[in-house]
């Protein structure tokens, strides 16, 4: 059974900063496919940002420049840190990880910006 445990969600105001968490434990392969997706009041659930097992990242255009996301392997971990947050960035936030046996969600963790 595979486990994603996220952390690091809150309330901040526009301009200040938040750092996500996520830890993915049970029957994983070794260095899946990791990343967060977003999903906003009344909107579809968006990619924010993706990191392959060799460390190879891809992003959203809303959040290029402001956001890094980087992970631990040994750890099975990725972070996502957030700059330069906005009121759009307000969404709750999952993590996803793919491997060979398919993708699993996070259950989310709220971040809210306010303005």
């Known amino acids: 059974q595979v486990q994603l445990v996220e952390s690091g969600g809150g309330l901040v105001q526009a301009g200040g900063s938040l750092r996500l968490s996520c830890t993915v434990s049970?029957?994983?392969?070794?260095?899946?496919?990791m990343g967060w997706y977003r999903q906003a009041p009344g909107k579809q659930r968006e990619l924010v940002a993706t990191i392959t097992g060799a460390g190879s990242t891809n992003y959203a255009d809303s959040v290029k420049g402001r956001f890094t996301l980087s992970r631990a392997n040994a750890k099975n971990t990725v972070y996502l840190q957030m700059n330069s947050l906005k009121p759009e960035d307000t969404a709750v936030y999952y993590c996803?990880?793919?491997?060979?046996?398919?993708?699993?969600w996070g259950q989310g963790t709220q971040v809210t910006v306010s303005s």
């Open positions: 049970g029957s994983i392969f070794t260095s899946p496919r």
């Open positions: 996803n990880v793919v491997d060979v046996n398919g993708s699993r």
